[in-house]
């Protein structure tokens, strides 16, 4: 069974950073794009960023761009959002996602994933 645990949300202050983590597993996780997705109260969940299977090639919706970084570390079988800069309309539950096919690129639609984690909260304030 696959499992996707986030960890590392909070309250930051607008400006501030914050890294969450997002530990996979129950599947062969090298061979999978992965995703963060993110949704706020009374919002629709919208694309943040996501990850090639082996890292090479990165996607990130253009609200981030330019301050998040996803990266990834196979032998840990775990993805990362490095987010920098933060404002406080990125206030929202991020969620982690895999790929539901091996050997892909880092897709922006929520349809190419089959696998969800719980979300962690990140709060920002002004």
């Known amino acids: 069974q696959v499992q996707l645990v986030e960890s590392g949300g909070g309250l930051v202050q607008a400006g501030g950073s914050l890294r969450l983590s997002c530990a996979a597993s129950?599947?062969?996780?090298?061979?999978?794009?992965m995703g963060w997705f993110r949704q706020a109260p009374g919002k629709e969940r919208e694309f943040v960023a996501a990850?090639?299977?082996?890292?090479?090639?990165?996607n990130y919706g253009d609200s981030v761009k330019g301050r998040f970084t996803i990266s990834r570390d196979n032998a840990k079988n775990t993805v990362y959002l490095l987010m920098n800069s933060l404002k406080p309309e990125d206030t929202a539950v991020y969620y982690c996602c895999i790929a539901r096919n091996m050997y892909g690129s880092g897709w922006s639609t929520d349809g190419a994933y089959d696998y969800w984690g719980q979300g962690t909260q990140v709060t920002v304030s002004s």
């Open positions: 129950g599947r062969t996780f090298s061979k999978y794009a």
């Open positions: 990850i090639s299977w082996g890292g090479g090639s990165t």
